[in-house]
C-alpha cells in the first residue's frame, strides 16, 4: 500500500505543473537558478563554440562579458523559459502586463485580435481537456488498485515488487 501511495504521489507531484496558470508560474521559473549551471563549467562543457557566442552576444547587445555569459548560460540552461521570459521582456518593455497581453495588444494593432483570442481560447480548452483526461486516468488507476488491494492485499504487493524486479533486470 505504501508503494502505491508513493506512486501515485510522485505521479501527481509529476504533472501538477499541467494543471496551473502559465502567467502565475512563468517569473517564478525563471527565478530558479539550475543546479547544472554552467557558469563553472569548464570550456570543454560549454563547447566549442562558446566564445564565440558570448563574444557575438558582447557585440551585437553591447553587454558586458558577464551580462553576456549569463545570457548565454540561461539560454543553454532552458532555451524554452529563456524564449518565455525574452517574449515578456519584450511586451513588457512595450507598455504591457504579461507576455499575453502583449500578443493580443499587438495583434489587435494589426486587425488580427479575434483571430489570436481564438487561438488562444483553443489551446486552452485542449489544455484543460487533456488535465481533465490525465486526472481521469490518475483517479481511475487509484480507484482500481485501491479495489484490487481491498480484495486481496497480498496481491498487490506482490506485484509491486515484480514490477520492481523487472525494472532492476
Do not use: C, H, W
Amino acid at each position: 500500500m505504501k508503494q502505491t501511495l508513493f506512486l501515485l504521489a510522485a505521479f501527481a507531484i509529476t504533472i501538477s505543473d499541467a494543471f496551473t496558470s502559465r502567467s502565475r508560474l512563468v517569473p517564478n521559473v525563471f527565478a530558479r537558478t539550475s543546479t547544472t549551471s554552467l557558469n563553472m563549467a569548464g570550456p570543454l562543457i560549454k563547447g566549442k563554440d562558446y566564445e564565440n557566442v558570448v563574444q557575438g552576444i558582447m557585440n551585437t547587445k553591447g553587454m558586458t562579458r558577464e551580462e553576456a555569459e549569463k545570457d548565454y548560460n540561461t539560454y543553454l540552461e532552458n532555451p524554452n523559459n529563456y524564449a518565455l521570459m525574452k517574449g515578456e521582456q519584450y511586451y513588457m518593455d512595450l507598455g504591457y502586463n504579461s507576455l499575453m497581453e502583449g500578443v493580443i495588444g499587438e495583434a489587435e494593432k494589426k486587425g488580427e485580435g479575434d483571430a489570436v483570442k481564438a487561438r488562444i481560447e483553443a489551446f486552452k480548452k485542449k489544455s484543460q481537456l487533456k488535465a481533465y483526461a490525465v486526472i481521469t486516468v490518475a483517479l481511475s488507476a487509484f480507484i482500481y488498485g485501491k479495489i484490487q488491494y481491498d480484495a486481496d492485499p497480498n496481491s498487490l504487493t506482490q506485484m509491486a515488487i515484480q514490477a520492481q524486479q523487472q525494472i532492476l533486470l
